[in-house]
């Protein structure tokens, strides 16, 4: 069974569209992450909700808005797509919000602005 | 300012030797975690040790913790091929309880068979 799971793996589109990536984890865990990998393998945190609240809320520009409808759910939208965009994108999941905890992650799902 | 950085930021070896990579931040913490990353795939966590701890053990991994040096290092004794990967460091910011982890920019680890 996968545990934390995203889809689309792939995404191309083009520059000023709007696009969703999704993610689910199975592992009845209350904290999910997103995270942005850039060209340079270089990780950063961009949200984390705990029990469907928003706990980390990095300096994300506000084209990019999370949602979580449920705690096992946390979806990420994105208007008017620029290049700067094109990345992977990281979902993960935790037992609890803490540093102490392992997070786990999704295959990631790697976006392409044209 | 990125938390963690890592050095060497390449590594290549043969396999049976050991592969030693370096971690440093900036901030005090609470926790450091190391990640193993495969290419194209999501970060598998590998090991965490708390502040007040100085070494600890998985495996063939081995970590070690220097507060007030500011760093950690991984040692991954008699490597294989499919211990190539990249390899993060993480840690938390020491006083927050967020879960919020600042990776650092990663070591490419390349086994040679």
């Known amino acids: 069974d996968t545990a934390v799971s995203q889809t689309p793996k792939y995404l191309v589109t083009q520059m000023g569209n709007d696009k969703s990536i999704k993610c689910e984890q199975n592992?009845?865990?209350?904290?999910m992450y997103w995270y942005k990998q850039d060209s340079k393998k270089f990780l950063k945190i961009m949200f984390s909700?705990?029990?469907?609240?928003?706990?980390i809320n990095e300096t994300v520009p506000n084209r990019f808005s999370p949602k979580s409808p449920d705690k096992a759910h946390l979806n990420l939208h994105i208007n008017s797509l620029e290049l700067g965009d094109s990345a992977v994108y990281f979902c993960?999941?935790?037992?609890?919000?803490?540093?102490?905890?392992?997070?786990?992650f999704g295959p990631g799902t790697r976006l392409t602005v044209t | 300012s990125q938390q963690g950085e890592e050095d060497p930021q390449a590594l290549s070896i043969q396999e049976g030797e050991n592969a030693t990579m370096n971690c440093s931040y900036k901030?005090?913490?609470?926790?450091l975690q190391w990640y193993r990353q495969n290419s194209g795939r999501g970060l598998v966590h590998l090991i965490l040790?708390?502040?007040?701890?100085r070494e600890k053990h998985s495996g063939r991994l081995r970590v070690t913790l220097d507060t007030s040096k500011k760093s950690s290092s991984l040692l991954i004794t008699a490597s294989r091929a499919a211990d190539t990967a990249s390899y993060f460091c993480?840690?938390?910011?020491?006083?927050?309880?967020?879960?919020?982890?600042?990776f650092g920019q990663g070591t490419t680890l390349q086994v040679k068979p």
């Open positions: 993960a999941s935790s037992q609890v919000a803490g540093g102490s905890y392992e997070q786990y």
């Open positions: 592992l009845g865990h209350d904290t």
């Open positions: 909700y705990n029990n469907k609240e928003l706990i």
């Open positions: 901030t005090s913490i609470n926790n």
């Open positions: 040790i708390r502040s007040n701890e």
């Open positions: 993480a840690t938390d910011s020491g006083s927050s309880n967020t879960g919020k982890l600042i």
